[in-house]
């Protein structure tokens, strides 16, 4: 079974440039997360989709992040323009909705904002 | 809001067995408790999860507490490629909400 697939694995910006990272979910997986990942820290949820509807984007700094999951399948995260705290690492993950279905996460995108 | 509370570290000797402690004092009725573990520059893998009832697989055991107030990760003999960070989630039955954890940095001593 294929996994989630993130691209790109690495980027590099200068601050106030703009960047899109995207994911491709296991087949089938209704739900959608993008987490923001800090050094040293846990991840936290930017937003959740079910299919092409968003659930909870309430930790999504909109005034320069934006997703969308147009057709309910693969998602798109963008920031635009950059900060230097924005330095992360991106993780997708995806699932079935039920809350005892296993969470597949991707190997993240890392962004470095100098 | 329900949170997960775990310690930032702790130490096992290689071939010893790793009790991962979790408390999730404010769980739902519904959520699922699951585990998680990430390697350096990795995204977390599944390890395992549970309602009610303790689950084992291949990896680990999950102990839960009659009360589904906290749980516990176990590790029945650490090797060396078990050092990682542990997560423990809860995953909420309305919505699929994830509440994480901060995640216990395991270090396996050889």
């Known amino acids: 079974e294929a996994g989630v697939a993130q691209s790109p694995r690495y980027k590099i910006i200068e601050k106030r440039q703009s960047v899109a990272f995207w994911c491709n979910p296991i087949?089938?997986?209704?739900?959608l997360y993008w987490y923001q990942q800090i050094l040293g820290q846990g991840p936290k949820l930017l937003i959740q989709?079910?299919?092409?509807?968003?659930?909870?984007d309430s930790q999504l700094p909109k005034d320069r992040f934006s997703a969308e999951r147009l057709k309910g399948v693969d998602s798109t995260l963008k920031i635009q323009p950059a900060k230097l705290e924005d330095s992360a690492v991106y993780l997708c993950?995806?699932?079935?909705?039920?809350?005892?279905?296993?969470?597949?996460f991707g190997e993240g995108s890392w962004l470095t904002v100098v | 809001d329900a949170k997960t509370t775990q310690p930032n570290s702790m130490e096992s000797n290689e071939e010893e067995p790793v009790h991962l402690p979790c408390n999730h004092s404010?769980?739902?009725?519904?959520?699922?408790i699951h585990w998680y573990r990430q390697l350096p520059s990795q995204g977390p893998e599944y390890v395992i999860h549970?309602?009610?009832s303790n689950v084992n697989n291949r990896m680990a055991s999950l102990a839960i507490a009659e009360d589904r107030k906290s749980s516990t990760l176990i590790l029945h003999r650490a090797t060396l490629r078990d050092a990682a960070v542990y997560y423990c989630?809860?995953?909420?039955?309305?919505?699929?909400?994830?509440?994480f954890g901060q995640g216990t940095e395991l270090s396996v001593k050889p």
């Open positions: 993950a995806s699932s079935f909705p039920f809350s005892g279905n296993t969470i597949y």
């Open positions: 404010t769980i739902s009725g519904t959520d699922y």
């Open positions: 087949s089938g997986h209704a739900t």
């Open positions: 989709f079910q299919n092409n509807g968003v659930v909870d």
């Open positions: 989630i809860l995953r909420r039955n309305q919505g699929g909400k994830l509440i």
């Open positions: 549970g309602l009610t």
